[in-house]
């Protein structure tokens, strides 16, 4: 017990009365799964980088503890989710990458100028404290000032097949006085392009360079706020019907859609001709985003990673 007391305190601020409450909530879960919670922990300190991801990210610990990632999550699903992401991201991604991304900082994938006003759209991969209830990192448009645009949180683990994927955890749009506004110029910035759909395309970029085989969604009934009784639990977004228009499918469990790894495309038949000019420039600026992703991605590739 008395690892998780060391435990708790690097995860809470004990002067803080909510975080205080949580810390004794945290101590007497890790109790009633002691066996799981003591591999985990073990799991962290295998090596000098493990115990400095989880030193730069002690909430690995937490999120195993708490309803979080999907709807009736269990504790072992958690526990095991979070090692595998951990043995996907460093089997294939070097040490930098990893403190990079576990030690609060935003790893630069892509960025494009929007206007004088707005400057560049940044497209960063990152690991927030406040991302931590729907997923292990984020892909996430910033403006120069940090406010995020649209983001995207995941975690990678296995399927029941045997299979890497990325889980997607939740979408998140601006929270912004001016968020409509803001879209419409980006959405004309990107050819008519939607912001949300441009996020999701980014995700399957990553998803694509890092060599997993499948992308799944939680659907509204997935989404782990359900976890929790609320007034309102309204979504800004569908998720369910969001998936569904970009090509997803449902699986077997309701709280997951299936997406494809690559968004398709119109042919220059299905396009209208006055629109053609447009999808050649929108095409051409994912093909560019494409790129810069891999080769970002690319920089970070263990020596000894053939993906």
């Known amino acids: 017990m008395s690892n998780f007391i060391e435990l708790g305190k690097k995860i809470y601020d004990l002067n803080n009365p909510r975080e205080a ?3 004794a909530v945290f101590v007497a879960r890790c109790c009633l799964h002691p066996q799981r919670m003591s591999r985990l922990e073990k799991f962290f300190t295998q090596s000098e980088l493990m115990k400095k991801i989880a030193g730069g990210y002690p909430f690995v610990y937490e999120q ?3 309803a ?3 709807y009736r999550s269990t504790f072992e699903e958690r526990a095991r989710l979070i090692e595998e992401n951990m043995q996907f991201l460093s089997a ?6 990893m403190l990079k991304l576990y030690g609060d900082k935003k790893i630069e994938l892509w960025k494009m100028p929007l206007d004088e006003t707005l400057g560049e759209m940044k497209l960063v991969l990152c690991a927030e404290s406040g991302q931590r209830k729907e997923g292990l990192a984020a892909i996430m448009f910033i403006l120069p000032d940090e406010t995020p645009v649209y983001q995207i949180l995941f975690w990678i683990a296995r399927t029941p097949d045997n299979d890497w994927a990325i889980w997607i955890g939740a979408m998140q749009g601006p929270n912004v006085d001016d968020a409509r506004e803001l879209i419409k110029k980006i959405t004309k910035k990107c050819h008519a392009y939607r912001t949300k759909n441009l996020i999701l395309y980014a995700a399957q970029a990553v998803a694509r360079s890092l060599g997993v085989k499948k992308i799944f969604a939680v659907t509204n009934e ?3 706020a359900n976890n929790h009784i609320r007034r309102d639990r309204k979504l800004k977004t569908s998720f ?5 228009e970009a090509g997803g499918v449902p699986t077997d469990d309701k709280r997951f859609y299936e997406l494809p790894l690559i968004e398709t495309r119109k042919t220059v038949e299905e396009i209208p001709s006055h629109k053609r000019a447009q999808y050649r420039r929108r095409f051409a600026l994912l093909d560019e985003l494409d790129a810069a ?4 991605l690319r920089r970070f590739k263990r020596a000894d990673c053939d993906i």
């Not at 294939?92 to 990458?97: E, I």
């Not at 992703?293 to 970002?296: F, G, K, R």
């Open 21 to 23: 409450h949580r810390f």
């Open 64 to 66: 195993a503890t708490r």
């Open 68 to 70: 979080f990632f999907y």
């Open 92 to 97: 294939r991604l070097n040490d930098d990458f």
């Open 222 to 224: 997935g989404y782990y």
């Open 240 to 244: 369910s019907d969001f998936w569904a």
């Open 293 to 296: 992703i891999d080769n970002e």
